[in-house]
């Protein structure tokens, strides 16, 4: 048969997967771009997989051999197919219909190997070109998502067979690949969508033991430095260790918190290797207490409760989020004055947070709003930043606003502002930071003029003497507010701060040093924070201008690789977390919640 250009074939390896087989290779059907070819290769299944196969007519394939493990049966199923492209879906996972086509429209440079997609477990940012580094980093692919070129999956000898590397035959196949010269893009949509099947798990010891044979192999092909491998060595004991721990796998925990240690010594790791010698129930007891109950509420719930204050209280509607890793959101407070120009500042800032996967927001006051000549509106419209409203200056009263002219009405003020933000930036605002006018007439405005979240309450912080609210009595994690409780308010981050752990201060890099910033942000999580906020005011031009942007840098990176490294914390933006805590509160019911700048996040 001959093929056209850009013919695709579709792999999908089966085991025992009679029950999801057919939603599967029907996705792969109803493909708006159809594939040439739907192989799909039975790996030895005991149950009724190949009968539910034959039902489905072409061009739909059957191949059978005997059990030997998900990347055997790709390599046979990629042997057998004829397309230019070869796209791998597995048997208990679908597409959305138009996945191929846009991945498609990707594949046009001759040095692409792979284009992905996301999927309804992604995070809400991935790189749209990954680098060797933030791949090593962490593994953006979910294997249902690729869509490879046949002579790259070919030129690399397919996926690795080894019995030792299975079910990270797939990371290790793209780090090869990245290494070789090939480059990896993202389509970034959640096109793909991946089942976690109940009951299937991977023992702690046998992930270990893959991950370092993963480790040994790239390390060797790659000729990586080893600095970079002792690095990732230690991250892999480090998350065996944890993963050990949670399971109450006592044994396995101190042995990797042990080598942990021995390869990057340091007092936490020593204190995690002492934790997994206590026993079993006192751990479980120690859960018990550290584990608050989570609320939920359906739509109809809220709509019985009255209006939530801005300000919260006790009664405050809280958000219990769906996924246990923390969230990351990065919010920035700029001025008419901020310098958004110089390439050593701002440009280099930038950098960074695309490394780490990371959009942060940058609240807009009057002055900035107003210039459209910002390179900060290019930033926006390549979705690599977003904006928001600030008024009377963010979270950071400052004490001669009390002698200013009395405000105009908090609705004109703020619809003034929202404007020239979408005139000028071209995005609607969803997220709102305050100071002075804060309570029911700023929670109406921001509902009337489609707002979502609001970041500015401060707990633990009395600013009325200087003319700003008092955020005492607030609550400390997300709750709804507003009317309808349409509205969700995302506190900034304060937490123990100094040696002893008495003050309280906000997550922010003039506010609290790095070491002290990642002990709050360890006894936060004890106590079951799922959203951490990192504000920063953006540096103005000046004589100090240098060291500001190279103290925030430093501080920044150190802090980004200990929670998206060692934590395993997730970047978010203000629309995914809105869409998440809708999702979770409102039994995925978000119609009543979410404007349609958000919506389309959630959906997905």
Known sequence: MARSAYSVSVVIPAYNAAGSIARAVSSAMAQTRRPLEIIVVDDGSTDATGAAVRSFGAPVRLLRKANGGPASARNLGARQSIGDWIAFLDADDWWAPTKLEKQISLAGPPDVGLVHTLTNCSPPRVPRELTFDQLWRRNWIGTSTAFVRRYAFESLGGYAEDRPLVGLEDYHLWLRMLAAGWRILCYPEALSYYHRGRGISSGTQ?????????????????????????????????????????????????????????????????????????????????????????????????????SQPMLGGPDAVRVSFQRYAPYLLIVADAGENSD????????????????????????????????ADLPLTDYVAD???????????????????RAASPPSPVFEKLRSL??????????????????????????????????????????????????????????????WFGPGNRLLEIPNTVGPAGRAGV?????????????????????????????????????TAG???????????????????????????????????????????????????????????AEA
Request: overall charge positive; hydrophobic content about 40%.
């Open 206 to 306: 046998k992930v270990l033991d893959g991950n370092l044979e993963n480790l040994r192999q790239i390390g060797s092909i790659c000729g990586l430095p080893d600095e970079k491998i002792r690095d990732k060595r230690t991250w892999i004991y480090d998350a065996a260790g944890h993963a050990a721990l949670y399971k109450r796998e006592g044994r396995l925990a101190r042995k990797a918190f042990r080598r942990a240690f021995s390869e990057s010594p340091s007092p936490a790791r020593a204190l995690k290797f002492a934790l997994a010698h206590v026993p079993a129930p006192l751990l479980d007891f120690r859960r018990r207490l550290l584990r608050r109950p989570k609320p939920t509420f359906t739509v109809q719930d809220m709509r019985e409760l009255p």
């Open 340 to 371: 958004f120009h110089t390439t050593k500042g701002f440009s280099r800032a930038h950098r960074m947070f695309e490394h780490h996967g990371l959009v942060p927001t940058y609240t807009l006051d009057e002055g900035a709003a107003a210039r």
């Open 383 to 401: 979705g690599k930043a977003e904006v928001g409203a600030r008024l009377d200056g963010g979270a950071h009263p400052r004490p001669d606003r």
């Open 418 to 479: 929202t404007a020239n933000i979408e005139k000028n930036f071209g995005s609607q605002p969803i997220l709102f930071r305050g100071s002075h006018e804060i309570g029911d007439a700023t929670a109406s405005a921001l509902d009337r003029l489609g707002y979502r979240i609001d970041c500015s309450v401060v707990p633990a912080h009395d600013f009325r003497a200087l003319g700003g609210a008092d955020f005492r009595k607030s609550p400390d994690t997300p709750y």
């Open 503 to 539: 003050r309280r201060s906000r997550l922010c890099p003039d506010v609290v040093p790095l070491d002290q910033a990642k002990r709050m942000t360890r006894a936060l999580l004890r106590a079951q924070h799922r959203v951490f906020v990192v504000s920063y005011r953006a540096p």
């Open 543 to 601: 004589a100090d201008f240098p060291d500001a942007w190279q103290g925030l840098m430093q501080w920044m990176e150190g802090y980004l690789e200990f929670f998206l490294g060692e934590l395993g914390g997730i970047p978010a933006t203000p629309s995914f977390i809105f869409a998440d805590a809708a999702f979770a509160a409102h039994s995925g019911r978000i119609a009543d919640l979410c404007p349609s700048s958000v919506r389309s996040v």
